[in-house]
Structures are given as structure tokens and as C-alpha cells.
């Protein structure tokens, strides 16, 4: 007996590392590469080499590395973060104070870089973090060191234990058990730098045919949505879910932004543009869904922007409710379409003092605005400049320069504050609004009828998701609202969709070579192990290249295709 879901959105891009990989942002392969570089100590290899990618041997792949300002400014960051092992990390000498002027300016108040120096290395303690990276494992055929080192510091964070690793001279060195998290908090810091690199690259230009297909691809969405209101508009009363929840709904593992960011801008665009009910006359707006209530200063370069009370709230369901009961003609009718950072955001932050979640998202619009990222502890890709409150300007005179006001509270929050949910094996209870949309997204996955596993491999180990899965498809084996899958993985295939015997048939060719990932067949068995091969289809010949030209047929054959039974929701025909 089929169930009725018209509530619910019927497909749901699920989006993984490999979808932005085109991009420069680093996979996990390459995060452990770069890692790996900046924590070995070869002999005569200058910590620029290693930054500017230089070295015969390179590491970052497409991701781009670091250029000109922003190279001086990373290396010496790094070292005055306690890069030598040999001097004692308690002291901030004379090369540390050199290192930090290079960053911060040669005009700046001695003991107040003297004090910012030691304040960072206690936030971000890069000096144990080079020395844990050694002791983790290393498998040259298989290096996952993204994976082992939160696990290895989160498994002694819950024992209560240290970390015992080699000193230079052969002794045995304990990392007491109150420096880890400070080491934890430097892996993400770190991590979060390379994503901002990437954008600063497409924000000055950098793979710009390829970011144009990212960007065609989310305005299509964008005007397909607006369309679909108006149909169901006809169809639906306002206030029922089946009119004001968009049939399309984004789940996203990733930290970065890519899609939101671009996401935004289209839905923006389509606003602007005005559609407006003919029976009411009034205009139909659309707007995102975090999952969780939350609150974003104002994307605004204006100063009074910046004053108490000027900040925007996420839309949801309660609130697109109440505003659609209004029928007056000068009042907006909203649509909402569902994003979730299942594992958080490098844009959010969680206040220490009162625990709410904001988020930043700069202070211009475009969808290459050099301000998207928040900034960071040290004045990196000329995201220094933004549109700060008079608090924060306060905080900057101190050199906190990641410092922005909690837009609840009031107090003071800084980048080691983004609530994220990183690669370890020791799964702990996440803070309470990630806990909360990881809740929605489950919720989503058992409605939806079709899923797009987007550069995403659902591989075993991912316990959470597998699971998850597992439960909302497998529940639903041999009824009629049975899901489908279509997996976009890999970039080697052909460029075309396969399914059933011939999908299989590249799965056996190439399941035990070297190109396995490459094209696919890792996400497709794990798909079919879930979905059953007669529900999967693939395109494996990459991430931009699915997109096409970016019309709306283009954009239908990946969200909506007619392979998928539709019967019984609201894109029934």
C-alpha cells in the first residue's frame, strides 16, 4: 500500500567531498598530503617550499596553494605557532616577534604582539599537533591521516591520557592530556585555511569555466523552484506544506559553502526578479532552511548595519507558516527549501558564553564575494577589511582578528568556535543544534522517493550515514514508495548515465583496479548494497561535467528523472 508524502521533498542532493573536488577545495587524500608536508622536518626544505607548493614532488593537486601575501603571512604564522621543535614553546623570542611583525605589521605594540603570539599558541597548538602527526599510522597505499588523528586525539580525550611521541634527541615526550584539544583546535584551523584558499582562488578568478557550471547549475534550480511554486500555488493552499516546501532538498557533509553561498545568490536573483500570484497579486519569495532557528549579521557593508538588532533569522517551517496566513497584497507568500550542514560549517560559529549558533556569510553579495569566509586569526586573503561592529574593532586593536560578536549575547567569538563534526572513529554527542539537523536529515531521507548520492561514496565506515540509510531505504523495500538512487561519483567514466547490466558490467571491469574510485564503482556497490541495482543509476564522468550546459533539461535528468516513479507525490504526472 503506498503512503502519501506530499509534504516532504522528493529528491535530496546528498553532497560529499567529491563535488566541490574540481573546485580546489582538498579531499581527505590531499588534506593527508598537505599535513603530512607541514609537519615533516626534511632537511633543507623551507616551510615556503612546502606552502607554495614548489617541491619536484607536489602535494596539493588542484587545490591551489599559497601565493604571494598570503604565503608570507602562512609561514610565518606557522612558526611563530612553535614550528621548532628544538626551542622551548613557553618562550616567545626574538625570531617569533620577527615572524609575528611579518604578519601583523611593523608598527605594532611589542607587548601586545608578545602577548597575541602566546594567546594563539595556546588556542591553536600547533607545536603538539607536528609532533602527534608522526606517531599516527601510515599506509603508504592507503595514508587516511585526516581520519587517524582526530581519532587518536579524541580516543585520549575521552581516556583522559596524553600522547607519548619521539623528541629530536630520541626521548620519549608525553603530550599531556590539556594540550590536545588546543592541538585539535589547530588541525581544524588549519584545515579551514586551505577550504578559504580554494575560495580565494575562484573569488580572484582562478578555475572560472568551472565555477560558471557550479553557478548555472544552482540559478537553474533556483528558477526551477520559482516555477514549481506557481504550479503549486494552483494546487495547494499556501499555509500546507505541500505548496511551501520545495521538492528539492540539499544535504551536505562538507564544511565549505560552495552551494549554500551560490545557492543564496540565485535565490536572491529570482526574488529580485518578482513573481507574483495572480489570484492574490501578492510576490513569491523563497528562502533556505538550516534545520535549526539561527541568526546571520546582515550581508551588508554599511556601517549602522552593524549596530545591535540589525541581523537577519534563518527562515523555517513556523516561520514561512505565519507569513503565508497573511493574504494582503503587499505581503510576500514564501517558499522554503531545506539545507543541511549534517556535520556543521566552517560559516558558523557557537558562542562560548551563551551557546547559540550564528552564522557568516560576509558583506557583499556576488557569487565570488572575497568575503564569504569568516576571517581568521591572522589577516589571510584580504578578508581583513570587512564591515565590522565597534566591539570587533576593539578586538582587532588587540590583533583578534577572528573576533566577531556573538549577534544573541553580545560576547566575543573567535574561529576556533565553529561547531564541526570531524573524521574520527570516536563518535561523541554533537553539540545540540548539529544534533538537531542531523535529526531533519534523517527525516528526510526516509520521504524522499529519489537521492542523489553527490560526490559522496556512502563508504561502510561512515557508520553514521550508513546506517541511516540503511533504516529510511531498506524500510521501505518492496513498497510502492521504494527510493531510487543516482549516484554522481567519480570522474573517469564516460560522461552518461548507466544503470542496471551495463552498470554492473563497469563495476566488474574495474572493481579491483587502480581506477576503481575514479570511476564510481566504490559509491555504486555501496549504493546497489543498499538501494538494490534495479533503483541505481550512475554518471561517472565527473562533477562539473554532469551539469551540462546547465538547462533546465540538464538540471531535470539529474533531480527529476522520468526513471524514477513518481506516483503518489506531487511531481506525479
Given at each position: 500500500?503506498?503512503?502519501?508524502?506530499?509534504?516532504?521533498?522528493?529528491?535530496?542532493?546528498?553532497?560529499?567531498?567529491?563535488?566541490?573536488?574540481?573546485?580546489?577545495?582538498?579531499?581527505?587524500?590531499?588534506?593527508?598530503?598537505?599535513f603530512r608536508a607541514f609537519s615533516s622536518n626534511e632537511p633543507n626544505v623551507r616551510l615556503e617550499d612546502i606552502l607554495a607548493d614548489s617541491r619536484p614532488k607536489r602535494i596539493f593537486g588542484m587545490t591551489p596553494a599559497f601565493e604571494g601575501r598570503n604565503l608570507e603571512i602562512m609561514a610565518a604564522f606557522i612558526r611563530f605557532l612553535g614550528d621548532d621543535l628544538e626551542k622551548d614553546w613557553n618562550v616567545v623570542d626574538e625570531d617569533d616577534m620577527a615572524n609575528g611583525r611579518i604578519v601583523f605589521g611593523e608598527n605594532v605594540d611589542e607587548r601586545t604582539l608578545r602577548s597575541r603570539i602566546m594567546e594563539l599558541r595556546r588556542e591553536y597548538d600547533w607545536n603538539a599537533l607536528k609532533q602527534i602527526i608522526p606517531v599516527c599510522p601510515h599506509d603508504e597505499g592507503e595514508d587516511n591521516l585526516i581520519r587517524d588523528v582526530y581519532t587518536?586525539?579524541?580516543?585520549?580525550?575521552?581516556?583522559?591520557?596524553?600522547?607519548?611521541?619521539?623528541?629530536?634527541n630520541g626521548n620519549v615526550v608525553l603530550i599531556e592530556p590539556n594540550r590536545l584539544p588546543k592541538a585539535r583546535n589547530c588541525l581544524v584551523l588549519f584545515t579551514n585555511i586551505i577550504f578559504a584558499n580554494a575560495w580565494y582562488g575562484l573569488s580572484k578568478g582562478k578555475r572560472a569555466e568551472q565555477f560558471q557550471k557550479y553557478v548555472r547549475f544552482m540559478d537553474c534550480l533556483a528558477r526551477m523552484m520559482q516555477k514549481e511554486g506557481g504550479r503549486f500555488a494552483s494546487r495547494y493552499d499556501r499555509t500546507s506544506p505541500a505548496f511551501y516546501r520545495q521538492s528539492t532538498s540539499i544535504i551536505t557533509l562538507n564544511f565549505e559553502i560552495v552551494f549554500l553561498w551560490l545557492l543564496f545568490n540565485a535565490n536572491r536573483r529570482v526574488n529580485h526578479a518578482g513573481f507574483y500570484l495572480p489570484e492574490t497579486s501578492q510576490k513569491m519569495e523563497q528562502w533556505?532552511?538550516?534545520?535549526?532557528?539561527?541568526?546571520?549579521?546582515?550581508?551588508?557593508?554599511?556601517?549602522?548595519?552593524?549596530?545591535?538588532?540589525?541581523?537577519?533569522?534563518?527562515?523555517?517551517?513556523?516561520?514561512?507558516?505565519?507569513?503565508?496566513?497573511c493574504c494582503s497584497p503587499g505581503s510576500p507568500v514564501g517558499r522554503i527549501g531545506s539545507f543541511f550542514f549534517a556535520h556543521g560549517c566552517c560559516n558558523w560559529r557557537e558562542c562560548p558564553s551563551c551557546g547559540r549558533m550564528m552564522y557568516y556569510l560576509g558583506d557583499e553579495w556576488g557569487d565570488n564575494s572575497i568575503h564569504a569566509n569568516p576571517p581568521f586569526p591572522v589577516p589571510l586573503f584580504e578578508n581583513n577589511d570587512f564591515n565590522r561592529t565597534e566591539k570587533e574593532k576593539e578586538w582587532k586593536k588587540r590583533l583578534r582578528y577572528d573576533s566577531l560578536e556573538c549577534i544573541s549575547c553580545g560576547e566575543q567569538t573567535i574561529a576556533s568556535n565553529a561547531p564541526m563534526i570531524m573524521q574520527t572513529m570516536i563518535k561523541g554527542i554533537p553539540t545540540s543544534f548539529l544534533d538537531e539537523v542531523q535529526r531533519e536529515s534523517r527525516v528526510l531521507l526516509r520521504k524522499a522517493r529519489h537521492i542523489v548520492l553527490f560526490g559522496y561514496q556512502l563508504p561502510p565506515d561512515d557508520v553514521l550515514w550508513q546506517e541511516a540509510f540503511s533504516e529510511a531505504i531498506r524500510s521501505r523495500k518492496g513498497t510502492e514508495d521504494e527510493a531510487f538512487c543516482t549516484v554522481v561519483v567519480g570522474h573517469l567514466g564516460d560522461k552518461r548515465w548507466i544503470q542496471g547490466d551495463e552498470m554492473m558490467k563497469v563495476v566488474e571491469k574495474y572493481r579491483y583496479t587502480s581506477e576503481a574510485i575514479g570511476r564510481g564503482v566504490k559509491a555504486i556497490i555501496n549504493a546497489v548494497a543498499v538501494f538494490g541495482k534495479d533503483r541505481v543509476r550512475a554518471y561517472c564522468g565527473g562533477i562539473p561535467d554532469v551539469f551540462g550546459e546547465g538547462t533546465e533539461a540538464d538540471v531535470k535528468e539529474i533531480l527529476y528523472p522520468e526513471w524514477v516513479d513518481w506516483k503518489g507525490t506531487r511531481l506525479e504526472k
Amino acid at each position: 500500500m503506498r503512503s502519501s508524502n506530499p509534504s516532504f521533498p522528493e529528491t535530496v542532493l546528498f553532497i560529499g567531498a567529491g563535488a566541490t573536488a574540481q573546485l580546489g577545495m582538498p579531499q581527505s587524500d590531499l588534506q593527508t598530503k598537505i599535513f603530512r608536508a607541514f609537519s615533516s622536518n626534511e632537511p633543507n626544505v623551507r616551510l615556503e617550499d612546502i606552502l607554495a607548493d614548489s617541491r619536484p614532488k607536489r602535494i596539493f593537486g588542484m587545490t591551489p596553494a599559497f601565493e604571494g601575501r598570503n604565503l608570507e603571512i602562512m609561514a610565518a604564522f606557522i612558526r611563530f605557532l612553535g614550528d621548532d621543535l628544538e626551542k622551548d614553546w613557553n618562550v616567545v623570542d626574538e625570531d617569533d616577534m620577527a615572524n609575528g611583525r611579518i604578519v601583523f605589521g611593523e608598527n605594532v605594540d611589542e607587548r601586545t604582539l608578545r602577548s597575541r603570539i602566546m594567546e594563539l599558541r595556546r588556542e591553536y597548538d600547533w607545536n603538539a599537533l607536528k609532533q602527534i602527526i608522526p606517531v599516527c599510522p601510515h599506509d603508504e597505499g592507503e595514508d587516511n591521516l585526516i581520519r587517524d588523528v582526530y581519532t587518536m586525539i579524541d580516543m585520549k580525550l575521552r581516556d583522559k591520557q596524553g600522547i607519548k611521541v619521539r623528541g629530536k634527541n630520541g626521548n620519549v615526550v608525553l603530550i599531556e592530556p590539556n594540550r590536545l584539544p588546543k592541538a585539535r583546535n589547530c588541525l581544524v584551523l588549519f584545515t579551514n585555511i586551505i577550504f578559504a584558499n580554494a575560495w580565494y582562488g575562484l573569488s580572484k578568478g582562478k578555475r572560472a569555466e568551472q565555477f560558471q557550471k557550479y553557478v548555472r547549475f544552482m540559478d537553474c534550480l533556483a528558477r526551477m523552484m520559482q516555477k514549481e511554486g506557481g504550479r503549486f500555488a494552483s494546487r495547494y493552499d499556501r499555509t500546507s506544506p505541500a505548496f511551501y516546501r520545495q521538492s528539492t532538498s540539499i544535504i551536505t557533509l562538507n564544511f565549505e559553502i560552495v552551494f549554500l553561498w551560490l545557492l543564496f545568490n540565485a535565490n536572491r536573483r529570482v526574488n529580485h526578479a518578482g513573481f507574483y500570484l495572480p489570484e492574490t497579486s501578492q510576490k513569491m519569495e523563497q528562502w533556505l532552511d538550516f534545520g535549526v532557528p539561527s541568526k546571520s549579521r546582515k550581508i551588508s557593508a554599511v556601517s549602522r548595519d552593524r549596530s545591535t538588532g540589525r541581523f537577519s533569522y534563518s527562515q523555517d517551517e513556523t516561520s514561512v507558516f505565519r507569513a503565508n496566513e497573511c493574504c494582503s497584497p503587499g505581503s510576500p507568500v514564501g517558499r522554503i527549501g531545506s539545507f543541511f550542514f549534517a556535520h556543521g560549517c566552517c560559516n558558523w560559529r557557537e558562542c562560548p558564553s551563551c551557546g547559540r549558533m550564528m552564522y557568516y556569510l560576509g558583506d557583499e553579495w556576488g557569487d565570488n564575494s572575497i568575503h564569504a569566509n569568516p576571517p581568521f586569526p591572522v589577516p589571510l586573503f584580504e578578508n581583513n577589511d570587512f564591515n565590522r561592529t565597534e566591539k570587533e574593532k576593539e578586538w582587532k586593536k588587540r590583533l583578534r582578528y577572528d573576533s566577531l560578536e556573538c549577534i544573541s549575547c553580545g560576547e566575543q567569538t573567535i574561529a576556533s568556535n565553529a561547531p564541526m563534526i570531524m573524521q574520527t572513529m570516536i563518535k561523541g554527542i554533537p553539540t545540540s543544534f548539529l544534533d538537531e539537523v542531523q535529526r531533519e536529515s534523517r527525516v528526510l531521507l526516509r520521504k524522499a522517493r529519489h537521492i542523489v548520492l553527490f560526490g559522496y561514496q556512502l563508504p561502510p565506515d561512515d557508520v553514521l550515514w550508513q546506517e541511516a540509510f540503511s533504516e529510511a531505504i531498506r524500510s521501505r523495500k518492496g513498497t510502492e514508495d521504494e527510493a531510487f538512487c543516482t549516484v554522481v561519483v567519480g570522474h573517469l567514466g564516460d560522461k552518461r548515465w548507466i544503470q542496471g547490466d551495463e552498470m554492473m558490467k563497469v563495476v566488474e571491469k574495474y572493481r579491483y583496479t587502480s581506477e576503481a574510485i575514479g570511476r564510481g564503482v566504490k559509491a555504486i556497490i555501496n549504493a546497489v548494497a543498499v538501494f538494490g541495482k534495479d533503483r541505481v543509476r550512475a554518471y561517472c564522468g565527473g562533477i562539473p561535467d554532469v551539469f551540462g550546459e546547465g538547462t533546465e533539461a540538464d538540471v531535470k535528468e539529474i533531480l527529476y528523472p522520468e526513471w524514477v516513479d513518481w506516483k503518489g507525490t506531487r511531481l506525479e504526472k
